[in-house]
């Protein structure tokens, strides 16, 4: 009994994924990839060296084949003359802080019987704050005012403990010395939890330019501040992605600058 010869046509479906993971070896760089038992192979033989093998990504250093990577490094074109200026901000104004960076003012509108009054509490900032009972449109508020700041953009937070007799949407008025930047309502009655700094969670504001380098946050009394509103502290910082802790200056024009992710 004999058999009859069979000619397959065609690739099994495991032949085709091993085909294929060679093929995306050799693309992504990782190792040459030979080019074996085609037309162009043969004709490849014919003209290189007897030695040579035909590959793709074909490079003369053997770890440059295998890495598939390839960097050229220069001299500095243009030496550098000076280092800008380092100028991140980052300050705290607590609601009994006076200072030449930062104070406080409590305002008691004429027609609200109702005053700013100093609170001794564990859960506020540094253990003390300031509240006042909000009867609606009065004109009172509190002030928070960051001075001597570099111009540039600053990320506006705020903390305070919340309480369910707290107001629900008090209105935070963030100026740029005497132009508003912002208004933004804050329910008090919700932990903040935007930011967490200096152990404590602290609620974002906004990211307002500065030029005139002063920026003050006003809590204002308002028919949604009911009934209660809480000054406790307040949090500006610049806009960074690393902290800069050391640049020194290398021969040849370049630097070396040590940097700190936050």
Known sequence: MTRSAYHRRGSSYLEIQVAMVLLSIGMAGLYSMSVVQTRQTRRLRDVLPPNEVPALNRADDQWARKLGAYANLDAVITPITSLPPYTYAERVIDNVDPGLDGDVK?????LDSHGWTP??????YRGSAHYHYSRGNRGSFAEFRIKN?????????TTYPSLSSLGRAIPHAIFDDKQLRAVVRVNQRVTPSDVTYDGRGWNRLAVIQCDSGKI???MRDSPTSRYYVIADAVLIRSARSF???SVDRTPGGGATAVLEAP
């Not at 409590?106 to 004429?110: A, E, G, L, R, S």
């Open 149 to 157: 700041l570099p111009p540039g953009e600053y990320e506006v937070l």
């Open 119 to 124: 609170w001794s509490y564990y859960r506020t």
């Open 243 to 245: 902290e800069l802790l």
């Open 216 to 218: 003050r946050v006003q």
């Open 106 to 110: 409590f305002h008691q509108d004429k």
